[in-house]
């Protein structure tokens, strides 16, 4: 069973930035080493992961000379640890149809003529955001993203308590 020490031994901020960079290469991994085409929602579940690995820098630069700016950063990693897993959960609930999700996601048209369909098909994301390309032990990408953002979140913020320095009553 993995322990949450093992991650004791990382600085937070290093922490953040090596768990956000092992989901985008993760989700890079399996588009251009497998062949999964994102959709629209897959692409936009990068977007927290990688202010989560800039922020996590600027942050470790920062921890010496501006603690509180420190602090202050790992509370916004941790909120986009929190973003991810929701953006991550209407994905799957656009994926089983309980949410119809955005209008570009839907794979249908609404043209009104055969220039328009042309238009909206050459604009039009390849790979349908309701599709699982991919599933493992029953889970889509997306489902097991929700499990990863918020085990993430919950390892960083377990270091954080770790690491910070309590004053004795």
């Not at 692409?43 to 921890?63: D, E, H, K, N």
């Not at 609930?93 to 909206?120: F, H, K, M, Y």
């Not at 690491?163 to 004795?168: D, M, N």
């Amino acid at each position: 069973m993995l322990s949450l020490r093992l991650f004791q031994s990382y600085h937070p901020d290093t922490l953040a930035a090596l768990l956000a960079a092992g989901a985008l290469g993760g989700a890079l991994l399996s588009q251009y080493g497998f062949g999964y085409r994102p959709c629209d929602l897959c692409v936009l579940q990068r977007y927290p992961y990688a202010a989560i690995a800039v922020i996590g820098v600027a942050s470790y630069l920062l921890a010496a000379r501006r603690p509180r700016l420190a602090r202050a950063l790992r509370g916004l990693i941790i909120a986009l640890f929190v973003l991810e897993a929701a953006l991550a959960a209407y994905h799957v609930g656009v994926e089983q149809g309980w949410i119809a999700g955005p209008s570009a996601c839907s794979g249908g048209t609404t043209a009104t003529s055969l220039e328009a369909l042309r238009a909206q098909l050459l604009s039009a994301p390849l790979v349908s955001c309701r599709d699982v390309r991919f599933s493992f032990l029953g889970l889509s990408m997306a489902a097991w993203n929700i499990l990863y953002a918020l085990a993430s979140g919950a390892a960083l913020t377990y270091v954080m308590r770790k690491q910070t320095p309590r004053a004795h009553p």
